[in-house]
């Protein structure tokens, strides 16, 4: 069956892709409103470490001389256009918005890619406009150290790349929340969220599906633990658009040869097998699809094993007839 977290989400995202008029030259981007009425299904807490820094809106742009990693680490500096130096202000800053964001109960963060402070795989390292590297600047390195889950703001590029981030993001939620006292708490737990490991790291999921049978018949506490954490960082690495297709047409088809699709309302959905060619929006309409199927009726879609609905849903579906999405 579907598992399910009923309690929103809380969500860290950097202000300026919040609508928040707090970049350097006082612009700002609205990524969020890309999620239509999905975004009710989130708390957000904007947070902006440049602001924080003390730097104002607007400001001198900055760069790093290294990496975010180096600038902690004290081995690499932040500096503006004219070459003053900010990086204590920088940290601060950071500093700042992880203490907010740990009082609003945040675990997962939105960040803005490319940005000094924000980028998550890549940040501007060098004075020049257009330039930067791989790696991850400072706020987005200092949140590396909390182990929240991290998403770069290119999930909003397409509606594919933010189903599967939301659906990894809901898994990791609920491994992370999930009772694990025994060996039998944990191979359950992994039976659920395996299936999108499976699809984004089969070699990964083997190994991993190795490791638990090989664990002592009563494996200690921290055996257990080790094991979560190796599943939810495997939890962290995306899909790609050939894999979720392939996800998609073996989930549906492997329900279809079974016959629990039988009798069900597909609310006229038509999944299309993967030599169909199809842009990534119609995917992802197909994958919300089977979860919203998959949700209904109490099946277990591999594509998203877990998801978000509130808890007025849920008892609905369970007293009855399922209220229609037009209803949410």
């Known amino acids: 069956m579907t598992e399910v977290i009923t309690d929103r989400p809380r969500i860290g995202i950097s202000a300026c892709i919040f609508d928040c008029p707090v970049r350097y030259n006082s612009k700002r981007f609205d990524e969020v409103a890309k999620?239509?009425?999905?975004?009710?299904?989130?708390?957000?807490?904007?947070?902006?470490?440049?602001?924080?820094?003390?730097?104002?809106?607007?400001?001198?742009?900055?760069?790093?001389?290294?990496?975010?990693?180096?600038?902690?680490?004290?081995?690499?500096?932040?500096?503006?256009?004219?070459?003053?130096?900010?990086?204590?202000?920088?940290?601060?800053?950071?500093?700042?918005?992880?203490?907010a964001l740990e009082r609003a109960g945040v675990r997962a963060v939105i960040l803005k890619e490319s940005s000094p402070s924000c980028g998550l795989a890549k940040a501007r390292i060098g004075a020049r406009r257009r330039e930067s590297a791989l790696g991850s600047g400072v706020f987005a390195a200092m949140l590396g150290e909390t182990g929240w889950f991290l998403v770069p703001s290119t999930a909003f590029d397409s509606a594919l790349t933010w189903w599967d981030w939301r659906r990894r993001l809901?898994?990791?939620?609920?491994?992370?929340?999930?009772?694990?006292?025994?060996?039998?708490?944990?191979t359950g737990a992994w039976h659920v969220v395996k299936f999108i490991v499976q699809e984004t790291q089969r070699a990964a999921a083997d190994s991993i599906g190795r490791e638990l049978a090989g664990l002592p018949k009563r494996a200690s506490r921290e055996m257990l633990e080790a094991s979560r954490t190796r599943m939810l960082d495997v939890l962290r690495v995306p899909t790609t658009p050939q894999r979720a297709k392939a996800a998609l047409w073996k989930t549906y088809v492997h329900h279809v040869k079974h016959g629990r699709l039988d009798g069900v309302d597909l609310h006229d959905l038509s999944v299309g097998s993967p030599e169909v060619l199809r842009n990534v929006t119609t995917i992802a309409e197909e994958l919300v699809g089977l979860e919203r199927i998959g949700f209904e009726n109490d099946l277990l879609f591999g594509t998203s094993p877990v998801v978000y609905r509130d808890a007025r849903r849920v008892r609905a579906r369970d007293a009855g007839p399922a209220i229609p999405d037009s209803e949410e």
């Not at 104002?56 to 932040?78: C, K, M, N």
């Not at 809901?170 to 944990?186: C, E, H, P």
Request: overall charge negative.
């Open 35 to 99: 999620l239509g009425r999905e975004r009710a299904d989130f708390a957000f807490t904007p947070v902006c470490p440049e602001c924080m820094a003390g730097l104002g809106v607007p400001r001198e742009p900055i760069h790093l001389t290294g990496s975010g990693a180096d600038v902690l680490a004290g081995d690499a500096r932040v500096k503006d256009r004219h070459g003053r130096d900010v990086t204590e202000q920088l940290v601060a800053g950071s500093r700042a918005c992880v203490e």
């Open 170 to 186: 809901y898994a990791w939620l609920w491994l992370s929340d999930r009772r694990i006292a025994s060996n039998g708490d944990l």
